[in-house]
Nanobody, 124 residues
Framework: QVQLVESGGGLAQAGDSLTLSCAGS????????IGWFRQAVGKEREFVAA????????FYADSVKGRFTIDRDNAKDTAYLQMSSLKPEDTGVYYC?????????????????WGQGTQVTVSS
């Protein structure tokens, strides 16, 4: 069983930067890629960013391109989401998830393993 634990969330003001971490255990070597999703109150969970463990390909939602960067440290089985120029609309619970098949990186239906999430709140 793959386990993922997010950390680094908190309160920020518009324009600030924040970095989230996702620590994996229990066989993350089986994952082809890792993704970040977020969910605001009353809204559907949406794709934010994803990358392969090999780092050959990365994907970003249009809403975060140029502001967010996904990275990973294979030796530590840890993924990161560096967020800059934060906006109030970035507020939500952020989840990291594992992709085993290497398909549908921007579609939450293709992810098999999920963390419990970390709250990010951005004030105006």
């Amino acid at each position: 069983q793959v386990q993922l634990v997010e950390s680094g969330g908190g309160l920020a003001q518009a324009g600030d930067s924040l970095t989230l971490s996702c620590a994996g255990s229990g066989g993350t070597f089986r994952l082809v890629g890792i993704g970040w999703f977020r969910q605001a109150v009353g809204k559907e969970r949406e794709f934010v960013a994803a990358t392969t463990w090999a780092g050959s390909t990365s994907f970003y939602a249009d809403s975060v391109k140029g502001r967010f960067t996904i990275d990973r440290d294979n030796a530590k089985d840890t993924a990161y989401l560096q967020m800059s120029s934060l906006k109030p609309e970035d507020t939500g619970v952020y989840y990291c998830a594992g992709n085993r098949l290497g398909l549908g990186f921007s579609d939450k239906k293709y992810y098999d393993d999920w963390g419990q999430g970390t709250q990010v709140t951005v004030s105006s």
